[in-house]
């Protein structure tokens, strides 16, 4: 069980498949109680079976989060459920391998819209609950992607760079009410998506979601009360 009280309310978006997923499940086996989010509300039922009474803890809502009048609908509802949104875990992206040059305009809308303006939008319409209660915790799961550049990468790192702005950027202007924000970069997930659509890539040394559940386990507890605009690099240099 965490040590953070058993009515803390955790909302995973991203949360029917990989690391969203990952991460919706060890908050649940933690104790907490955990709002899921994802456009399918099938796949949320699928992710939520064999888990037993760990069920009763999770909320599921179906929504498309590129939609700023979706992410706004998203979050009353969850307020109304839970009374009180204490954590958020921006999970959404997807990432798509071409040089700049070959990058379409529709490619670029869409890594913009998937992988930023998602976790803009949320944090917009989640933050003045959060500053409300004047307590809460933010965490965005970025990219290796967001902390170096890679060839073949260069719209997918222009956006999960990004990200990492708006992490640092909220973590200035909201601790003075107490809510923390901080992001976290890994390098290669061997997730079930990505190993479907790339088998050639090499995965011996690759994280699985389940690491990553468990770092955002780390940024939620004791040890990590003081820890505001940090990323969690998770590659090697």
Known sequence: MNQMEDSTFTLVTG?????GKAIALK???QGYR????????AKLDAALAG??????????????????????????????????????????????????????????????????????????SVIPHMRQQRSGNIIN???????????????YCAVKHGLVGLTRALADSEKEFNIRTNAICPGLVATERLMSESPHLDYSKAYSPEDIAEAVSFLLSPAARYMNGQTIDMFSA
């Open 15 to 19: 949360a029917s498949e990989g690391i």
């Open 34 to 41: 955990v709002g899921m989010v994802s456009r399918s509300q």
């Open 51 to 124: 888990v037993g009474d760990l069920k009763q803890s999770a909320w599921t809502y179906p929504a498309d989060l590129t939609d700023p009048n979706q992410v706004d609908e998203l979050i009353q509802a969850a307020w109304q459920h839970a009374e009180h949104i204490d954590v958020l875990v921006n999970n959404v992206g997807r990432g798509i391998r071409h040089e700049l040059v070959d990058t379409s305009d529709e490619e670029w809308d869409y890594l913009v819209s998937t992988n930023l303006s998602t976790a803009f939008y949320v944090c917009r």
């Open 27 to 29: 908050l649940l086996k």
């Open 141 to 155: 799961i970025a990219s290796r992607a967001g902390r170096r550049g890679e060839g073949g990468l260069a719209a």
